[in-house]
């Protein structure tokens, strides 16, 4: 099995740039892909990328993903904050036995 | 339009078994490539994949909880069940289940608190 760590928390203020990290601790990023996930207070987590840097219909092109094989990492964008994106964002991905596995989460702050 | 919704007791006793249902609609758990999966979510804490069985019965278990779990499916009343033995404390959480294609979830259901408590 692997691991995939984020930060535990990120901040910044609306209309700026940040980028959440998910590293994964064994194997390559690029084998298998990387989800993400918003989960807001209170709610069920939804998609916002799917295959690494797919975005489901209704999410807005502020939110992107991408890989970094130098790193072994996987990265989510959000531009152009709004503080309607403040939420915990997981990432997720799988191994070659098909089994899912989440990271610990990040809470995002727009102050 | 695929929702997914589960069921099941609020609160549970340690030592006992939780058998929760997933009762789901606007999909069929006989089409190739469809599963569904349960995930679940401490108190403040991160999500954590438990098991996901296929259309054609595949079933797939998270390493740490497999002696403990056995998930089910009843394609004529799109349902799956997931029951754990052995239930404690820690186990308490949300529970939910979501849709799975191309091994990713989504939809996800609301999700039901699961205390576990004497």
């Known amino acids: 099995n692997f691991m995939l760590t984020q930060p535990h928390s990120v901040s910044e203020s609306p209309g700026k740039t940040v980028t959440i990290s998910c590293t994964r601790s064994?194997?390559?990023?690029?084998?298998?892909?990387v989800q993400w996930y918003q989960q807001r207070p209170g709610s069920s987590p939804t998609t916002v990328i799917y295959?690494?840097?797919?975005?489901p219909s209704g999410v807005p092109d502020r939110f992107s993903g991408s890989i970094d094989s130098s790193s072994n990492s996987a990265s989510l964008t959000i531009s152009g904050l709004k503080t309607e994106d403040e939420a915990d964002y997981y990432c997720?991905?799988?191994?070659?036995?098909?089994?899912?596995?989440f990271g610990g989460g990040t809470k995002l702050t727009v102050l | 339009q695929i929702t997914l919704k589960e069921s099941g007791p609020t609160l549970v006793k340690p030592t006992q078994t939780l058998t929760l249902t997933c009762t789901f609609s606007?999909?069929?758990?006989?089409?190739?490539?469809?599963?569904v999966g349960w995930i679940r979510q401490p108190p403040g804490k991160a999500l954590e994949w438990l098991a996901l069985?296929?259309?054609?019965?595949?079933?797939r278990y998270s390493p740490s909880l497999k002696s403990r779990l056995t998930i089910t499916k009843d394609t004529s009343k799109n349902q799956v069940v997931l029951t754990m033995t052995n239930m404690d404390p820690v186990d308490t959480a949300t529970y939910y289940c979501?849709?799975?294609?191309?091994?990713?979830?989504?939809?996800w259901g609301q999700g039901t608190l699961v205390t576990v408590s004497s």
């Open positions: 997720q991905s799988y191994d070659s036995s098909i089994l899912w596995v």
């Open positions: 069985i296929y259309w054609d019965d595949d079933k």
């Open positions: 064994s194997g390559s990023i690029a084998s298998n892909y």
């Open positions: 606007g999909f069929s758990l006989s089409t190739s490539g469809v599963g």
């Open positions: 979501a849709h799975c294609a191309k091994n990713w979830f989504d939809p």
């Open positions: 295959e690494d840097n797919q975005r």
